[in-house]
């Protein structure tokens, strides 16, 4: 089971950071993504972390402004979020998988486990 969590309401240009914590399995040699819905839009890619945590990958909305990061001993991943801008204001899920490939990491039917999601919301 997923547990995103640490959303919140923030002004332009603040940080958060969300939380995607693991329980009842080991992220250790699991990709964890990070994707976000806006009311009325389709879910859309934020970041990933690949399987062997080595690798990351950001949308270009979000290059340069949000990181990844696993603690294993937590069995969590963690997606900061700096210089946040309105048009971050989504709900924000994480997901995994322990067989997806590189190439499908954008693609929201490729992964297996969701979490529910955390809001985020940027007053300007």
């Known amino acids: 089971q997923l547990q995103a969590s640490g959303g919140g309401v923030v002004q332009t240009g603040e940080s958060l950071r969300l939380s995607c914590a693991a329980s009842?399995?080991?992220?250790?040699?699991?990709?964890v993504g990070w994707f976000r819905q806006v009311p009325g839009k389709e879910r859309e890619f934020v970041a990933a972390?690949?399987?062997?945590?080595?690798?990351?990958l950001f949308s270009d909305s979000v290059k340069g402004r949000f990181t990844l990061s696993r603690d294993n001993a937590k069995n969590t991943v963690y997606l900061q979020m700096n210089s946040l801008k309105p048009e971050d204001t989504a709900v924000y899920y994480c997901?995994?998988?322990?067989?997806?490939?590189?190439?499908?990491?954008?693609?929201?039917?490729?992964?297996?486990?969701w979490g529910q999601g955390t809001l985020v919301t940027v007053s300007s």
């Open positions: 009842g399995r080991t992220l250790r040699g699991v990709a």
């Open positions: 997901a995994a998988d322990s067989s997806i490939i590189s190439s499908s990491l954008r693609d929201e039917i490729a992964w297996d486990y």
């Open positions: 972390s690949t399987r062997t945590g080595g690798g990351t």
